[in-house]
Each structure stands twice: as structure tokens, then as C-alpha cells.
């Protein structure tokens, strides 16, 4: 771990405890930096439900000493799996276990989120952490940047890191914009390991492709709970809700008709929650000179791509090397155009493949959805994963003879 670099004194605060900003704050705190972390909740607990961590996420978890952490909560997943709504028809499994940590040096792992949270939290240097710091927006100065808090207090620092996710604070010091419904909501639950038995023996990712709807479902806490996904055309543009016993029948009542599996999980969950899903038009700047935008903060996606917590990862690892490669650490700027320069690209190529998968995922029966199946079925091997999966990973020197 690079040591800071010299120069004057540096301030760092980064707002929101996510993933991308816990990483952030643990490797500049690391490297000597004066970084704080100010996170709008009183406590670290349990959040979310399953994510999905590719190996380009997976690599800078890793390097951040998180392996044997990981291992101990996490399920690897042997391939990915997309099958037909109604007859169960297998219409592509890629491959991953093994071959997947040959080709891109590290797993594809499913995991709670809470579990990767308590892991990011537990790395954290002593003292990093300012708990039920609401921030409400922050002013950008020549020589700094003020962080204003909902109770009225503020803090100073050469450089504010936004973190806080899709409904930023921090964000329209850098971009004036406005978040887009999709058109759909995703009901999102935790159910016990037995309704999926073949987990077991065989633990994987499961895709259900039908017209207007997918649902997705996988193995976490070690497999012993199996986590859903069931996403549908919806006109309720509520961000957040936490449905009843009323609303769990409701859900498995619109997949009438889809296969057995998919009910028995749908209807294995006494309660879900019920999330719009947004994003938002990708922004011409994560940056201004003193202020930058990681994960949601800047690039919120849709979910099809299973990439929100892994391009997290893939900013704070890139944001925190150009920090460090600072000659002058109090005039940020420098670093800040770097870091956009190698996220903008690869963040637009991510975010509009998850747009197009918005369309193609929910396909109604016929000759459009007929040539999707036999492109999923051409694809199901892991080259065709190289530039998603392989970002970032340094190239084996080419061979002489």
C-alpha cells in the first residue's frame, strides 16, 4: 500500500457508507490519509438482500485482504443459468466456478449484502466512522469544500467523495440531472435453502426470461438462504416500500402461469420488499475540482447486468490510486480527471448494456424472442464475459519463442 504522498496536510471526507465508500475510506486511511466517513444512519445493521460480486468486483475485495473474509459468508457460484418462463427449458448455462478464477483470477461470489457490509466495516481503521451524519449538500470553494449536515453543523475538506447512492446529496454539486423510473419495480426477498434443493449439490445463479417479467434466483449465507429477484412492468414509481403478507400473495399471483419452481419460490416468502428501479441518463462528469462521484452517486444502472456493487468496486479501486499517485495531495483536480477518464468509457459501456437488457429480458413469445434465445445459447461461455469480467486485470506477458 502506496504511502501518501507528500505535501500539505489533506482532508478527505467521503459521504455515504456503501460499499464504494467503506473501500475508499479503508485504503486511504491505510495509506495515512486524514480520510472521514460520514453515513447518514445510526448503525451499521442488516440492509439489502443478495448481490452478486463479479470477478472484477471480487479482485478489489481481494486485494483489499478480504479473501478468507469472504469465503466464510460467500457461495461460488459454478455457472450461470437462464431458462424459459413456463416449461423450464435451459436456454443458456455459462459456466463459472473454476473456470471462472483460471480465466479472471478471481470467483464469481453471491453473498448478503449485510455479510459484505460487515466485512467492509470490520476493516475499517479505528475511528474512520461518523455515524448519523445526514448530509445535505456541499459547497465547493477554491481551497475546499464544505459538507453541510442535516442538524445543521458542516465539516471542511480538500476533497468530498460522494458515495451516497442513487439519491445523492452530493451529486448536484456536480451534475444537474434527475433520476428515471424504468418502468418496472423489483420485489426482492430471502427465503430458506430447501425450497431450491438442487443448491445444494449444484450452487448457481437462475434466470427466468417470460414476457414482461424475469426472476432471478441464487444461494447466500453459505447456502442456507436462497435469495430472489422477481422484477415486473409497474406504474408505481415508489423508490422503496415494505410490503405485507398481502402484497407476497399479490406478487406470486402476476407470475400465474410461469413454471412450478418459480411459484414455489415466489410463494416461500412471507413477506418481500418492493423497490422502483431507476437510473439515471450517464452524466459527461463524475468531477469537478474538488468533488468526485463513486458507484450510484454517478452512474446509477438497472440491475440486469448484476453490476451496480462491482463498478462500486471498480471506481473506488481506480479513484483511490490516482489519489495516491498525487505529487500534491491538496490540489485534487489532477487525480480527479484521470479517474474520469478511465471510468467514463468503461461505465457508459456497462450502463447501456444494462438499459438494453431491460428490453431484451422481458421479450413477449414470438420471432424477436425466439432470436434472443438462440444469442444466449451462441454465448454461453465465458469469452464472451472477457470485457466485463476481465477489466482492470493485468495481461499475461506475451510468450517468445
Known sequence: MPAVPSGRHFRVAVVGGGISGLVITTVLRRAGVECRLFERTHAFGAVGAGIQLSPNGVRVLHRLGLADALDTDAVRARSIETRRWDDGRTLARVPHGTHCEERFGAPYLLIHRADLQRHLVAALPPGSVELGRA???VAER?????VRFEDGESVTADLVIGADGVHSAVRPAVVADRRLFSGYSVHRAVIPADVVPSFRDDPRVVFWLGPDRHVTYYP???GRRVHFSAVGVSTDETSRTTSSPAEAARLAADFTG???????????????TRWGVFDRDLAERYATDRVVLVGDAAHPMLPYLSQGANQALEDAAELTARLLELA???KPAEALRRYEEARLPRTARVHAGSRALAETFHLADGKRQAARDRELAAAADLTHLDWLYGHGRPQPAPTTT
Do not use: K, T, Y
Open 135 to 137: 448530509c445535505v449538500g
Open 142 to 146: 477554491d481551497d475546499g469544500v464544505e
Open 220 to 222: 447466500i449465507e453459505g
Open 258 to 272: 410461469w413454471h412450478p419452481e418459480v411459484l414455489d419460490v415466489l410463494n416461500a416468502a412471507p413477506h418481500v
Open 328 to 330: 500534491d495531495p491538496g
